[in-house]
């Protein structure tokens, strides 16, 4: 009953003109008022987007052994095969992770799902979206790494252990590695309390187990425990050229994340340095190539972070950038394969994990986190956007409803009446055919009388996905 009323709180077929910046009612309860996030400005951009039934693909009720169900990401594999996975453990460092595959698998571009029977590599394979990251190279070679750990007695050279897969994630490597030079990065042990303070988000608010788990054991013992965020491949050039962007913290005191680039020409078994993507340069140390510093409206903590990037057959980049909750997007450019990048602008549009997705029709799509799960739309390579949707409520922190850092109410469901749904942590896409986009998020809904507090705020959730299908006059 309690899944009946979930779903048809969230079905119902949409199809629509987002024209211009007008921005599109999410789906709610009908009494509820919508809070809109303002639209972008500045674009000509007409899109016409026809929206599937939304379909709960797993939760926790369904498969509690597979964890919270929060922060989907979603891989497109080679040969078409999509594979999904989400948070095993609630959102903090080194949690716990599953000894059997969890996750869902689809042949048919998203029409049908069925769970996963491989073991993905070990070492924070179940935290989804930036932490561990299948990249495939090409064919059925594909990469995941993970974070990066300090060689001893070095200052700023790290050991990232990395995977390879050859038949398309099908099965994995054992852990091998590849040293990774990081200027600037001295690292964090998160178990040392003298140092753990100084770290960003959970870490700093204490999300951290008291001592390492098994699974981190074998990598610290390899290396040492100071660690920064690793390699996050996302795009490849014409020539074969992988780029790793990653946040990483340049100073000393640990904050004001920066995103820093490295390239591999060699399918990742090793890379270079190429510098510093974006940061903050009134609380940063200057590494490598600089700019003016920018007005960054953000907390001090999360500017610059999960940055996300497509690259245009060109050679441009576009790399769109989270500052912090409830706070502005930032985007940046590079003309040159990386070499130099403008000084980053404010996107009038809010998020964390933003995801852009460079389509077949050449438009730009750009997905958001809370609050909201939006979605968004650029055809002149990210100056101005257009097409704003977004499937959720919005409020802002300093509405008394915004209890919490991730709670978003979208409505109160009366036959759930202690599982207040609120929006979703992330939004993830990829392109199942042309101008065919998946769409898939989360939902949180508070549990109340639950022993852990980051269940009572947030509770356990579910995967949502929809088709979205883009036409562009």
């Known amino acids: 009953m309690r899944k009946q009323v979930l779903l048809n709180a969230l079905m119902g077929s949409l199809a629509f003109w987002a024209v211009g910046f007008m921005s599109v009612q999410p789906i709610r309860a009908a009494e509820d008022k919508s809070t809109e996030l303002p639209a972008p400005s500045g674009s000509a951009l007409q899109v016409q987007l026809e929206i599937s039934p939304a379909r709960v693909l797993s939760s926790y009720e369904d498969w509690p052994e597979a964890g919270v169900h929060s922060f989907p990401w979603v891989y497109p594999y080679s040969r078409g095969r999509l594979f999904l996975t989400w948070n095993f453990d609630r959102d903090l460092c080194d949690g716990a992770q599953p000894d059997y595959p969890i996750g869902l698998v689809s042949d048919d571009g998203g029409e049908t799902w069925r769970r996963n029977t491989t073991m993905f590599p070990m070492g924070g394979p179940w935290k989804a979206g930036y932490v561990m990251h299948p990249y495939c190279i090409g064919g059925d070679e594909m990469v995941s790494f993970w974070e990066a750990f300090r060689v001893p007695d070095t200052k700023w050279t790290y050991k990232v252990p990395f995977w390879r897969s050859r038949d398309g994630g099908r099965s994995w490597s054992d852990t091998q590695w590849t040293e990774v030079e990081f200027p600037g990065v001295k690292g964090v042990n998160i178990y040392e309390p003298s140092d753990a303070y100084k770290k960003t988000g959970n870490w700093r608010h204490g999300f951290v187990p008291p001592q390492p788990p098994a699974y981190v054991l074998?990598?610290?013992?390899?290396?040492?425990?100071?660690?920064?965020?690793?390699?996050?491949?996302?795009?490849?050039?014409?020539?074969?050229?992988?780029?790793?962007?990653?946040?990483?913290?340049?100073?000393?005191?640990?904050?004001?994340?920066?995103?820093?680039?490295?390239?591999?020409?060699?399918?990742?078994?090793?890379?270079?340095?190429?510098?510093?993507?974006?940061?903050?340069?009134?609380?940063?140390?200057?590494?490598?190539?600089?700019?003016?510093?920018?007005?960054?409206?953000?907390?001090?903590?999360?500017?610059?972070?999960?940055?996300?990037?497509?690259?245009?057959?060109?050679?441009?980049?576009?790399?769109?950038?989270?500052?912090?909750?409830?706070?502005?997007?930032?985007?940046?450019?590079?003309?040159?394969?990386?070499?130099?990048?403008?000084?980053?602008?404010?996107?009038?549009?809010?998020?964390?994990?933003?995801?852009?997705?460079?389509?077949?029709?050449?438009?730009?799509?750009?997905?958001?986190?809370?609050?909201?799960?939006?979605?968004?739309?650029?055809?002149?390579?990210?100056?101005?956007?257009?097409?704003?949707?977004?499937?959720?409520?919005?409020?802002?922190?300093?509405?008394?409803?915004?209890?919490?850092?991730?709670?978003?109410?979208?409505?109160?469901?009366?036959?759930?009446?202690?599982?207040?749904?609120?929006?979703?942590?992330?939004?993830?896409?990829?392109?199942?055919?042309?101008?065919?986009?998946?769409?898939?998020?989360?939902?949180?809904?508070?549990?109340?009388?639950?022993?852990?507090?980051?269940?009572?705020?947030?509770?356990?959730?579910?995967?949502?996905?929809?088709?979205?299908?883009?036409?562009?006059?």
């Open 218 to 473: 074998p990598f610290i013992e390899q290396c040492s425990p100071y660690r920064n965020s690793g390699l996050f491949p996302q795009v490849t050039d014409a020539d074969g050229v992988i780029y790793s962007f990653a946040n990483v913290v340049l100073n000393e005191d640990y904050f004001y994340p920066a995103v820093v680039l490295h390239t591999s020409a060699d399918r990742g078994k090793s890379w270079r340095w190429m510098g510093v993507v974006a940061y903050d340069q009134e609380h940063s140390i200057p590494i490598g190539k600089s700019y003016e510093p920018s007005d960054v409206d953000c907390e001090h903590e999360n500017c610059f972070t999960e940055p996300s990037v497509v690259m245009y057959p060109d050679g441009e980049m576009v790399c769109v950038m989270r500052t912090g909750s409830f706070k502005p997007l930032y985007i940046t450019r590079s003309v040159d394969r990386g070499k130099t990048w403008e000084k980053p602008s404010r996107l009038n549009i809010r998020g964390v994990l933003p995801q852009l997705l460079l389509m077949s029709n050449g438009l730009v799509a750009l997905a958001t986190g809370r609050p909201g799960c939006t979605l968004h739309f650029s055809n002149d390579r990210g100056r101005s956007w257009g097409g704003h949707i977004s499937f959720f409520e919005q409020c802002d922190s300093k509405d008394p409803k915004c209890k919490h850092h991730s709670g978003y109410p979208l409505h109160e469901d009366p036959n759930v009446p202690s599982r207040g749904m609120t929006s979703g942590n992330v939004a993830s896409l990829v392109e199942v055919a042309p101008g065919k986009l998946l769409y898939v998020h989360d939902i949180e809904r508070p549990l109340p009388e639950a022993d852990d507090p980051w269940i009572r705020a947030f509770g356990n959730g579910m995967v949502v996905a929809r088709f979205i299908t883009v036409k562009s006059p």
